[in-house]
């Protein structure tokens, strides 16, 4: 696991990736919305509680895509992201239509290529007027 950041508290902006996303609803919800086999796919998500369960600092965690449930996640888990005073969700929100929008390209530009691949594979074999056959 990444070292845990030592900006982490209580009310701060944080990265989770998908790889520590283990509640099963939280990861279904996810997975309709993007592909979960995208390398580096992380969101975006508030702390909202510490505490210490077992000697091991856990945080509670709402994403900002699934504000209904909360992740309990260890703080080795969590991505510390700085903030501006500017930032605010509005702000936060076109990076993930970037992320939606680069995998519906990129799913487009693998139909195509599998379309144009199928086509090629499709060759006349009937035999034509003009063809001559030999004796």
């Known amino acids: 696991m990444p ?3 030592k900006h982490l508290d209580v009310n701060v902006r944080v990265s989770v990736s998908k790889r520590f996303i283990k509640h099963k609803e939280v990861k279904r919800l996810l997975s309709l919305r993007f592909d979960w086999n995208t ?5 975006k998500g508030v702390t909202t509680a510490r505490s210490t369960v077992n000697g091991n600092l856990k945080y509670d965690v709402i994403l900002d895509l699934v504000p209904g449930i909360t992740l309990t996640l260890s703080q080795n888990c969590l991505k510390y992201i700085k903030t501006n005073s500017n930032d605010t969700l509005g702000n936060i929100e076109p990076a993930t239509a970037n992320t939606t929008e680069s995998i519906v390209t990129k799913d487009l530009l693998e139909d195509a290529i599998q379309e144009e691949e199928q086509e090629e594979d499709e060759i006349d074999l009937t035999a034509a007027d003009t063809w001559i056959t030999g004796e």
């Open 39 to 43: 390398p580096g796919l992380s969101f």
């Open 3 to 5: 070292p845990a950041s």
